[in-house]
């Protein structure tokens, strides 16, 4: 069983910038698959970026040159470097972790607030 620790999160201005950070813990095997999703009050669940364990990136059209995911795969830790955060951006923002059977654990969420 894998287990998710998230930090970072909180209220920022408009053009901002904030970092989440994400550890995994338990049994974790090698190849596997890290990422941030968000989801905004009366919306879907969406995928924010992602980073595999060999070191693939997938992030969302929306986030694209202001976010940037990054690994440590020695401390099983995945960050989300978010810069000039913009009010639409507000959501809580889960982590979730990927085994290689596509079996998937989530985080509990952190808020991100971002004011106009």
């Known amino acids: 069983q894998v287990q998710l620790v998230e930090s970072g999160g909180g209220l920022v201005q408009a053009g901002g910038s904030l970092r989440l950070s994400c550890t995994a813990s338990?049994?974790?095997?090698?190849?596997?698959?890290m990422g941030w999703y968000r989801q905004a009050p009366g919306k879907q669940r969406e995928l924010v970026a992602e980073a595999t364990s060999g070191g693939n990136t997938n992030y969302a059209d929306s986030v694209k040159g202001r976010f940037t995911i990054a690994r440590d795969n020695a401390k099983n830790t995945v960050y989300l470097q978010m810069n000039s955060l913009k009010p639409e951006d507000t959501a809580v923002y889960y982590c979730?972790?990927?085994?290689?059977?596509?079996?998937?654990?989530w985080g509990k969420g952190t808020l991100v607030t971002v004011s106009a």
């Open positions: 338990g049994t974790i095997f090698s190849n596997n698959a």
């Open positions: 979730r972790f990927t085994n290689y059977r596509a079996v998937y654990v």
